[in-house]
T-cell receptor
Framework: QKEVEQNSGPLSVPEGAIASLNCTYS??????FFWYRQYSGKSPELIMS????GDKEDGRFTAQLNKASQYVSLLIRDSQPSDSATYLC?????????FGAGTTVTVRA | GAVVSQHPSRVICKSGTSVKIECRSL??????MFWYRQFPKQSLMLMAT?????????EQGVEKDKFLINHASLTLSTLTVTSAHPEDSSFYIC???????????????FGPGTRLTVL
């Protein structure tokens, strides 16, 4: 069973603050990692992917990967009310994604 | 780029009827398509994977005779829920990965989903 654990949330942050999301995974064969955002009642949309250990920045988002620790995180800087959603961590192994339960983020105006 | 559509977006049907859901990649060739199901307050669960021209590979516990998947072309996959019952009511989402210019095969792009309600 490929397990993906995310901090349960909900995570409430004030507008303009940093939201920090964590994810651990059990499958050491995972080679690529994806973060998706899912608004209530909608399907997931890709935020970013990361393949190598270290940090990857894309606009206000930074993903961090540590394969030795089987850990991946997502930072959202300058959080906006439009960032309020559920964030899904999805490691990929054998061409398939495994999804965590997601962390719900609420950005307070 | 990387647009995936689904049709219908919402369907309500009576118990015992069959429902077909279409998933299309609009601007790239989808070599692989995935079908997921999501119940309220739960995460996505992969039901099956299909490659164009091949039989779908179903995840453990998913009834292949109940959830018929066809991937007849590089832009279209269909999921048919046969003899639907209330417990099949869920949010069905497809995703696709493929090749088109700089588009990576590693990334799955999701359709908008189909909400099925079986009365």
């Amino acid at each position: 069973q490929k397990e993906v654990e995310q901090n349960s949330g909900p995570l409430s942050v004030p507008e303009g603050a940093i939201a920090s999301l964590n994810c651990t995974y059990s499958d050491r064969g995972s080679q690529s990692f994806f973060w998706y955002r899912q608004y209530s009642g909608k399907s997931p949309e890709l935020i970013m992917s990361i393949y190598s250990n270290g940090d990857k920045e894309d606009g206000r988002f930074t993903a961090q990967l540590n394969k030795a620790s089987q850990y991946v995180s997502l930072l959202i800087r300058d959080s906006q009310p439009s960032d309020s959603a559920t964030y899904l961590c999805a490691p990929k192994s054998d061409y398939k994604l495994s999804f965590g339960a997601g962390t719900t983020v609420t950005v307070r105006a | 780029g990387a647009v995936v559509s689904q049709h219908p977006s919402r369907v309500i049907c009576k118990s015992g009827t069959s429902v077909k859901i279409e998933c299309r990649s609009l601007d790239f060739q989808a070599t692989t398509m995935f079908w997921y199901r999501q119940f309220p307050k739960q995460s996505l669960m992969l039901m099956a994977t299909s490659n164009e021209g091949s039989k779908a590979t179903y995840e453990q516990g998913v009834e292949k005779d109940k959830f018929l998947i066809n991937h007849a072309s590089l832009t279209l996959s269909t999921l048919t829920v046969t003899s639907a019952h209330p417990e099949d009511s869920s949010f069905y989402i497809c995703s696709a990965s493929g090749l088109a210019g700089g588009l990576s095969t590693d990334t799955q792009y999701f359709g908008p989903g189909t909400r099925l309600t079986v009365l």
